[in-house]
């Protein structure tokens, strides 16, 4: 099992749940989050005063699937959240070693 995380902008977040639907991924965890990479923020200017918006607005998705779907959900992950500007996001792949549905007692890819 691998779980892919993926931070991208805010207003992506509706094609890439369509773009991962589409492919079969039934769920999704989604938090918001703050934060900056190499663009390091940018300057506003508000009532006539500059200050600098260092922590950006993103969103995270987490996405726990079987081996088999990873390179499927990294590609439509990365196809549906590009705009080709800057910040567009990263994704990231992980090892899962076991997974637990609370519920049912079910295990690893039963419990995905």
Do not use: C, W
Not at 7 to 13: A, Q, R, T
Not at 56 to 80: C, H, Q, T, Y
Not at 100 to 111: F, K
Request: overall charge negative; hydrophobic content about 40%; charged content about 30%.
């Amino acid at each position: 099992m691998k779980k892919v995380e993926a931070i991208i902008k805010p207003f992506k977040l509706d094609e890439v749940k369509e773009a991962l639907h589409e492919i079969g991924v039934s769920g999704i965890t989604v938090t918001e989050a703050r934060g900056f990479g190499r663009q390091k923020g940018h300057t506003e200017l508000y009532r006539g005063a500059e200050y600098v918006v260092d922590f950006l607005p993103k969103v995270k998705l987490e996405v726990v699937i079987s081996d088999d779907l990873a390179e499927r959900v990294v590609e439509a992950i990365a196809a549906a959240a590009q705009t080709g500007r800057i910040g567009d996001g990263k994704i990231f792949v992980s090892p899962i070693e076991t997974a637990l549905r609370i519920r049912t007692g079910e295990t690893n890819e039963d419990a995905i």
